[in-house]
């Protein structure tokens, strides 16, 4: 008796936490406000394809930050003021402190089209520290988690972000940090946890940004 008893609570929980995965599914086309219909074709005009799957779907639920949200991934998509490879691999550091499998996934895919190293990739993955990063990599790396971690910025780090890259590679890092911790707190809140079928990459951590200073 108590093992089938252990066995309904057991199906009962694992039920639980498959419904409990998304919070905010795509809205049915037939439900959209004309605010969010408007949103969506928005989209479509700028980036050329359709509407598919987080954020995009979650932060429909306020159709006036779609173009907005939009412009600023196109923006370092096309006009990044850091090369391709690092741009990416400030995302991967973002979507990694927040455990952002969504992102994740698609942005190690980006990255490594762009041509950032996959031993990297899995450092930062794994929660360690990168071996061998050029010294641009390491600068980005350097910066974004004292940003994350620390809210702040060293002035040592800050001095070497600025002879390498300038003032606006400093903003521009300082940018992706900030709006890849934005769409992850808005997944987060949505419990988006990866594209279907595709298994997770990044395991929390006990601690968020435990090890990923490699201090």
């Given at each position: 008796m108590r093992h089938m008893i252990m066995s309904v609570l057991l199906g009962l929980s694992v039920s639980a936490a498959a419904h409990?995965?998304?919070?905010?599914?795509?809205?049915?086309?037939?439900?959209?406000?004309?605010?969010?219909?408007?949103?969506?074709?928005?989209?479509?005009?700028?980036?050329?394809?359709?509407?598919?799957?987080?954020?995009?779907?979650?932060?429909?639920?306020?159709?006036?930050?779609?173009?907005?949200?939009?412009?600023i991934r196109l923006h370092y998509l096309n006009n990044s003021a850091l090369p391709a490879p690092l741009t990416e691999f400030a995302i991967l550091i973002a979507a990694r402190r927040w455990t952002n499998n969504w992102e994740w996934n698609a942005h190690s895919t980006a990255a490594a089209a762009a041509g950032l190293k996959s031993e990297l990739m899995t450092a930062v993955a794994e929660g360690r520290r990168p071996e061998r990063m050029g010294d641009e990599e390491a600068i980005v790396y350097d910066?974004?988690?004292?940003?994350?971690?620390?809210?702040?910025?060293?002035?040592?780090?800050?001095?070497?972000a600025l002879g390498?890259?300038?003032?606006?590679?400093?903003?521009?890092?300082?940018?992706?940090?900030?709006?890849?911790?934005?769409?992850?707190?808005v997944m987060s809140a949505a419990r988006?946890?990866?594209?279907?079928?595709?298994?997770?990459?990044?395991?929390?951590?006990?601690?968020?940004?435990?090890?990923?200073?490699?201090?």
């Open positions: 409990a995965q998304e919070r905010m599914p795509p809205v049915p086309v037939e439900k959209m406000t004309d605010a969010q219909k408007k949103a969506v074709a928005d989209y479509k005009a700028l980036r050329g394809v359709d509407m598919t799957g987080p954020p995009w779907t979650v932060l429909l639920r306020v159709p006036a930050q779609i173009v907005p949200a939009l412009q910066f974004s988690l004292e940003l994350q971690d620390n809210q702040s910025v060293s002035d040592a780090t800050y001095a070497r390498k890259f300038g003032e606006p590679g400093i903003v521009e890092m300082a940018s992706i940090q900030g709006y890849y911790t934005y769409l992850a707190m988006v946890t990866t594209q279907p079928g595709v298994k997770p990459a990044l395991e929390r951590f006990p601690r968020l940004g435990q090890g990923l200073a490699g201090k």
